[in-house]
């Protein structure tokens, strides 16, 4: 059973920077791809950015490339997503997932996650 705790989520202005983290527990981190999700109020789940399992290749939503860059520490078992030029459209909660062996194809898909962590308020004021 893997845990995934979020945290780094604000109250930001239009233009301003925020770094989430996401710490992992409870199994072999390199085994399973990362990925960053968000919801909005009212819309449905979107993904944000993802590495593969291994680590070995990330894959961004087109809304956040160029803006936003997700890595990852094997050694502390944490992702971690940077977000500059925030934008009131990023408004959301943005959610941490992991997937067992998921492969590039499937990282933008949020039936291709096992484990979800609880979520953390990002909220940019224009």
């Known amino acids: 059973q893997v845990q995934l705790v979020e945290s780094g989520g604000g109250l930001v202005q239009a233009g301003g920077s925020l770094r989430l983290s996401c710490a992992a527990s409870?199994?072999?981190?390199?085994?399973?791809?990362m990925g960053w999700f968000r919801q909005a109020p009212g819309k449905e789940r979107e993904f944000v950015a993802a590495?593969?399992?291994?680590?070995?290749?990330?894959h961004y939503a087109d809304s956040v490339k160029g803006r936003f860059t997700i890595s990852r520490d094997n050694a502390k078992n944490t992702v971690y997503l940077q977000m500059n030029s925030l934008k009131p459209e990023d408004t959301a909660v943005y959610y941490c997932?992991?997937?067992?062996?998921?492969?590039?194809?499937?990282?933008?898909?949020?039936?291709?996650?096992?484990?979800w962590g609880q979520g953390t308020q990002v909220t940019v004021s224009s």
């Open positions: 997932a992991a997937g067992y062996g998921t492969g590039l194809s499937g990282l933008p898909r949020v039936d291709r996650y096992d484990y």
């Open positions: 409870g199994g072999t981190f390199s085994s399973y791809a």
């Open positions: 590495f593969n399992w291994g680590g070995g290749s990330m």
